[in-house]
């Protein structure tokens, strides 16, 4: 997981450098809260920033793998236990 956090880093501060409408597309793709960003941004401003929207990139992701597997679980409910 570390290995994974430091080249999302990596590559997200090359895209705040270099291609900086590709980031906000990515995040807006991914649905990043743009509000949570610009806080966590501006309390740890002496931070990799890179760093910062890595963990915000990957704790969504997981969020999403986590609704789809409770969704899939309610799914698989018998039809006598279901409503």
Do not use: P
Request: without cysteine; positive net charge.
């Amino acid at each position: 997981m570390e290995l994974l956090k430091e080249k999302l880093s990596r590559h997200i501060n090359h895209l705040i450098q270099d291609d900086f409408e590709k980031l906000v597309s990515l995040l807006y793709r991914v649905d990043v809260s743009e509000t949570k960003l610009k806080n966590l941004l501006h309390k740890h401003r002496d931070e990799n920033a890179g760093s910062i929207i890595a963990n915000m990139i990957i704790e969504r992701q997981l969020q999403k793998i986590e609704s789809r597997k409770k969704a899939k679980d309610s799914r698989d409910i018998s039809d006598e236990e279901k409503w």
